[in-house]
């Protein structure tokens, strides 16, 4: 079975700053999806950032990227020049190729302080 | 572009009442649809997905239903509820295959069962 697990539940970064925000997964396929949305007080749920497990490239959106490291099973989320705008719960979510279906990790929420 | 909407938005039941939430889609065609909910302080729980008219998947047997009776338009249901179904409900689209599907959510609906 497949499992994603988010161990902060909560942070705080001072605006400007950078936070790192950790994920750690488990699957037994070589070949998956891993995924950060972010969840604004709002509760809508936005796609942050997207991995293809076969891309060793990491992938960068703007002030986003992650830390992808297969052997490691860790797919860290790496915020810079942090907005206020990006207090929010970021979950971290994990689907295999072959399967729609999305497992999510508990979330970590994060406050960024002025 | 795509859009996703959710309604209602807000809706309190007592217990033992039918539901009925919708989630239609804008924009795009045979989209894969899912229905999460996400109970307080916690992640999503995946309760039914469907990658085709007609077509549903069922993640947790409980006393929800799921229906797509079109393209575009996917809809829980419940003919009496508990409540422990209270909750947000979130809809999601995604497009193509199990390769490469992205999900994005909608906007959610935050139901109270009293």
């Known amino acids: 079975a497949q499992t994603v697990t988010q161990s902060q539940p909560e942070m705080s970064v001072q605006e400007a700053e950078t936070v790192t925000l950790s994920c750690t997964y488990d699957?037994?396929?070589?070949?998956?999806?891993l995924f950060w949305y972010k969840q604004p007080p709002s509760r809508q749920m936005i796609l942050v950032i997207r991995?293809?497990?076969?891309?060793?490239q990491n992938a960068t959106e703007n002030r986003f990227s992650v830390n992808f490291q297969k052997a490691a099973k860790s797919f860290s989320l790496k915020i810079s020049d942090s907005q206020l705008g990006d207090t929010a719960m970021y979950f971290c979510a994990l689907r295999t190729s072959g399967t729609y279906k999305y497992i999510f990790g508990t979330g970590t929420r994060l406050k960024v302080l002025a | 572009s795509q859009t996703i909407h959710q309604w209602p938005a807000t809706l309190v039941q007592p217990v033992g009442s039918p539901l009925s939430l919708e989630c239609t889609v804008e924009?795009?065609?045979?989209?894969?649809l899912y229905w999460y909910r996400q109970a307080a302080g916690r992640g999503l729980q995946l309760l039914f997905y469907s990658v085709g008219i007609g077509q549903i998947s069922s993640e947790v047997p409980q006393n929800l239903s799921a229906s797509r009776p079109q393209d575009r338009q996917f809809i829980l249901s419940s003919k009496k509820l508990l409540l422990s179904d209270s909750g947000f409900y979130l809809c999601a689209w995604g497009k193509g295959t199990s390769s490469t599907d992205t999900q994005y959510f909608g906007p959610g609906t935050r139901l109270t069962v009293l």
């Open positions: 991995q293809e497990a076969y891309k060793q």
């Open positions: 924009g795009t065609s045979n989209p894969n």
């Open positions: 699957t037994s396929e070589s070949n998956y999806y």
